[in-house]
């Protein structure tokens, strides 16, 4: 059995806590959070609740933990719980600069341990179908690639306005704007699908005059293949559920293909029949697809999911440390070209 932490209880952390609940052979054992009202949340679920998290890791004897906490705190939280020999998942981005990153890897060497980010969009059904497509040469040699996703980030709201935290929207603290938030996830794909990307050209938008940009283009080019990426992110469109403006274009020598091909026409009517299907499951004794119901949430379950079970059987994890520093290698290019380098 899995003995696993979780450390800050915000609304990641809690999804992450939820999700964990959920897996085979896991077993959660504390979480650590300063809000007294996330720690009570646990309480049902049989929880220890810490209200710092050095605490947690000094007095539980834990193989794993999740870290979820603000991206100031990334790296002395991901370096103490190395120091304790735990293998660590920990939410995008990685760090807020390169030598961050590097920091954060030269550690993990150091203490031995293993740390996976959560790069959950590679994991998405429509991702996976299209980067299927992608590798058995159905579209050819793609010539061009265009990733989109534009949504409110952290200045949406439900019906309950609640102001946004004030590290998101410090530069020091959170490292960026929408391009570490969004980008992260759009470069990672490109990275992972193409792998040695550049930085050819790049814009950063400030269209609602805040510390840091609310969106941002950038072009990337392949030194391998020859080929052109162009990621847009933003969080100047208001996102309220079924909508979700994100997709993937390859356009190739043969072919073209998109994730609109293969995400659900009707977000709606899915999250129907997929809850039917997850009471049929239930009732024939066949493992349930958690978060399934909301299509694009169920990329989380499994990114966790496969995180422990390569924990489990000392397997090679599927995202690399190496593949997310190349992530960071490449925004840091982009916000030093910019002006909002971070130098550090």
């Not at 002395?76 to 020999?85: H, L, R, T, V």
């Not at 990685?94 to 980010?117: C, D, N, P, Y």
């Not at 990733?147 to 952290?154: E, F, Q, S, T």
């Not at 809850?275 to 694009?296: E, V």
Request: glycine share 8%.
């Amino acid at each position: 059995m899995l003995r696993v932490g979780v450390i800050g209880l915000g609304k990641m952390g809690q999804l992450h806590f939820l999700n964990a609940l959920h897996m085979k052979d896991v077993k959660l054992v504390a979480i650590a959070d300063k809000s007294k009202r996330n720690r009570k949340m646990v309480q049902r679920y049989n929880v220890k609740a810490y209200d710092d998290y050095t605490v947690l890791l000094d007095s539980e004897e834990l193989d794993a933990v999740i870290i979820s906490l603000p991206n100031f705190l990334r790296e002395e939280s991901i370096a103490y719980a190395a120091e304790k020999g735990l293998d660590i998942f920990v939410d995008k981005p990685l760090a807020r600069t390169l030598a961050e990153a590097t920091r954060i890897a030269g550690k993990a060497r150091k203490e031995g341990v293993r740390v996976m980010t959560g790069a959950n969009y590679r994991y998405m059904d429509c991702v996976q179908r299209l980067k299927k497509m992608l590798d058995e040469g159905r579209v050819g040699d793609v010539v061009i690639a265009t990733a989109d996703l534009i949504m409110n980030g952290p200045l949406g709201h439900g019906r309950v306005p609640t102001p946004v935290p004030e590290w998101w929207l410090s530069k020091e603290k959170a490292g960026g704007g929408a391009l570490l938030d969004l980008g992260y996830h759009l470069i990672d794909l490109m990275n992972w699908m193409f792998g040695d990307l550049r930085v050819e050209y790049s814009s950063l938008g400030y269209r609602f005059q805040l510390p840091v940009e609310d969106g941002a283009m950038v072009v990337l080019r392949s030194g391998k293949s020859k080929m052109n990426c162009c990621v847009n992110v933003g969080w100047f469109s208001k996102s309220i559920f079924p909508d979700f403006n994100f997709r993937v274009n390859l356009h190739g020598t043969v072919g073209y293909t998109s994730t609109d091909n293969f995400a659900p026409k009707n977000l709606r009517l899915y999250a129907i029949k997929e809850a039917s299907r997850n009471l049929l499951r239930k009732a024939t004794g066949k493992k349930l697809k958690y978060l399934s119901y909301t299509y694009y949430y169920h990329s989380f379950f499994k990114i966790l999911e496969l995180f422990f079970d390569g924990i489990q059987k000392d397997t090679e994890l599927p995202i690399s440390l190496e593949e997310e520093i190349d992530v960071i290698r490449i925004i840091d290019d982009v916000y030093k070209r910019n002006g909002a380098d971070l130098n550090g």
